[in-house]
């Protein structure tokens, strides 16, 4: 199933370092597993460089199998909507990914990555596809370190006159793109 597909046009960064996108693990965000069944492909559409705000990521850090605390964090200049960040691992040897255009990276759903500011002055493009196996389940974020996302999307889908919770809201989302859909 293809769960969560993204053009991500990050923009100049104003100064204040809003365009980062602080370190996560995109299972934060995903009310189904098991995580071994979801896979994202990270495509880039131009030159991702350092300067523009490439991936950065910390290799091996799935492996722990943990899904941890997300909040947001406390940058001076704050932070996007939904950016939400673990903390504690700043200081950790982090990769870039810099890539070139059509240059396609796979990753887990708890790989602990994220990106840094683009202090250029054009926009830095990629597409961003997360597929979940059919078999997957949806579960229940109520009570888990997951509940925090799930309240603010519900909240803000209330707010716009929308009753969903947030399981529907990605139940919707979805599109079957290869098989027969089971679960999702």
């Not at 708890?110 to 493009?125: D, E, M, Y």
């Amino acid at each position: 199933m293809a769960m969560h597909t993204m053009l991500i046009n990050k923009p100049p960064d104003s100064g204040a370092m809003t365009s980062r996108h602080p370190l996560h693990q995109d299972l934060h965000y995903f009310p189904f597993r098991p995580a071994d069944r979801i896979v994202a492909a990270w495509t880039a559409m131009e030159p991702v460089t350092a300067d523009n705000g490439c991936l950065v990521v910390l290799p091996g850090s799935h492996r722990k199998g943990v899904l941890y605390q997300h909040e947001y964090p406390e940058w001076e200049g704050g932070v996007n909507k939904f950016y939400h960040g673990i903390r504690g691992f700043e200081d950790e040897p982090l990769l870039l990914l810099p890539m070139n255009p059509g240059d396609t990276v796979f990753f887990h759903p708890l790989i602990i990555h994220g990106s840094g500011a683009n202090v250029t002055k054009g926009f830095r493009k990629a597409i961003s596809c997360h597929y979940a196996a059919a078999e997957c389940e949806y579960i229940d974020v109520k009570g888990t370190s997951q509940e925090n996302i799930a309240v603010e999307i519900e909240s803000l889908l209330k707010k716009r006159g929308l009753e969903a919770d947030y399981n529907s809201l990605w139940h919707y989302r979805s599109r079957l793109a290869r098989g027969v859909s089971v679960n999702l």
